[in-house]
């Protein structure tokens, strides 16, 4: 029995190697010659979210990414459905799109466990509740803040208007 298994242990092993390049071979063939996946996201249509988004960040350039913002009781968040999260007014403005913005839904409220009361980090807990009745609905996984400042020609614009 054991010369048996001792013979079989290298068929056994180069089987179970040509069948794993049997499942590789067609994915990277097919793979071949297609456009790959940015390629893809840059020619699909904007969403209703990122036109949204676009919108409001009309003028502005992005800064580094801030690990946490400060934020103050009467700034509110916005909700952008299947897109972000925007903080604040004025010349800056923070975009949180979360690790998974196609789970942002406005119909939701976000609550927080914060640990701090005078900042949003990245690594605050945030959970969705349905806004009428109130059940939770998921859970909100913040990736860093990329804030979008005003360009100089367009915020002298405003101090005009």
């Not at 990414?65 to 952008?80: K, L, S, Y």
């Not at 972000?84 to 403005?93: D, E, K, P, Q």
């Not at 349905?130 to 979008?148: C, H, K, N, Q, S």
């Amino acid at each position: 029995m054991s010369t048996f298994s001792a013979m079989s242990r290298p068929v056994i092993t180069s089987l179970a190697a040509a069948l794993a390049l049997a499942a590789v071979a067609p994915a990277f063939a097919q793979s071949e010659g297609q456009p790959d996946a940015e390629t893809t996201a840059e020619a699909a249509p904007q969403t209703k979210g990122e036109k949204r988004l676009a919108k409001l960040l009309e003028g502005r350039v992005p800064g580094e990414p801030q690990r946490c913002i400060r934020t103050t009781p009467n700034i509110g968040m916005e909700t952008i459905d299947k897109t972000a999260y925007v903080y604040g007014r004025g010349n800056t403005i923070y975009v949180q799109r979360t690790s998974n913005p196609a789970d942002i839904d406005g119909s939701d409220t976000l609550v927080s466990r914060r640990f701090s009361a005078s900042e949003l980090c990245r690594l605050d807990v945030f959970n969705t509740t349905d806004r009428v009745l109130g059940f939770f609905t998921g859970a909100v996984f913040f990736e860093d803040f990329i804030p979008y400042t005003k360009t100089k020609a367009k915020a002298d614009d405003s101090a005009e208007g």
